[in-house]
């Protein structure tokens, strides 16, 4: 069974940091490209950042480049999101998914319970 | 960047079908993807490539696309499928290449 379990969410104040770990499980990790995703409260979901399968190819929203930092650890099954300089716009559950490659597209077929990331002093 | 616009919302009485839809332009060139969320959930895959359903997935979610206009149609529309759905692009050619559109919520009446 895939399993994606995310972790390191929490408190934190504005311009501080924090990095949040997806834990993978039931499937090749190595073999799959992964993203973040998040969602603000009441909001719907923002696109953050994609990691291919080699980290060869990096991508990320404008809203967070610059600041934020995704990598993987292929040999640890695990997804990570390096957040630096938070802001209060920065509020929302941080979802890992798992991408899934067709014809000309990427799917996000599998996606984790979430870590809720709070800026605020 | 690509953008993708939803209706914010759409409702529908039991039993009736509730269609969806997601703009974009030339979008039927795409590849559309379509995401269930419901309240305090993650996102579900329930319709890929425009048209195919992911396992255990039911036959009444069904998606089309062409021209300016994809479509999420829900057919037999039961009270559980209230939720927020989400159509998702992949654009090969952009340096942002996974696009959402802003969500609609689905009220079953």
């Known amino acids: 069974e895939v399993q994606l379990v995310e972790s390191g969410g929490g408190l934190v104040q504005p311009g501080g940091s924090l990095r949040l770990s997806c834990a993978a499980s039931g499937f090749s990790f190595s073999t799959f490209a992964m993203n973040w995703v998040r969602q603000a409260p009441g909001k719907g979901l923002e696109w953050v950042s994609y990691?291919?399968?080699?980290?060869?190819?990096?991508y990320y929203a404008d809203s967070v480049k610059g600041r934020f930092s995704i990598s993987r650890d292929n040999a640890k099954n695990s997804l990570y999101l390096q957040m630096k300089s938070l802001r209060a716009e920065d509020t929302a559950v941080y979802y890992c998914?798992?991408?899934?490659?067709?014809?000309?597209?990427?799917?996000?077929?599998?996606w984790g319970q979430g870590a809720l990331v709070t800026v605020s002093s | 960047s690509y953008v993708l616009t939803q209706p914010p919302s759409v409702s529908v009485a039991p039993g009736q079908t509730a269609s969806i839809t997601c703009g974009g332009n030339?979008?039927?060139?795409?590849?559309v993807h379509w995401y269930q969320q419901r309240p305090g959930q993650a996102p579900v895959l329930v319709v890929y490539?425009?048209?195919d359903r992911p396992s255990g997935i039911p036959e009444r979610f069904s998606g089309s696309d062409s021209g300016n206009t994809a479509t999420l149609t829900i057919s037999r529309v039961e009270a559980g499928d209230e939720a927020d759905y989400y159509c998702?692009?992949?654009?090969?050619?952009?340096?942002?290449?996974?696009?959402f559109g802003g969500g609609t919520k689905l009220t079953v009446l």
């Open positions: 990691i291919n399968s080699g980290s060869t190819n990096i």
């Open positions: 998914a798992r991408s899934r490659i067709g014809s000309y597209s990427q799917r996000l077929d599998y």
């Open positions: 490539d425009d048209i």
């Open positions: 030339n979008i039927g060139s795409k590849s």
């Open positions: 998702q692009v992949w654009d090969s050619f952009s340096d942002h290449p996974l696009v």
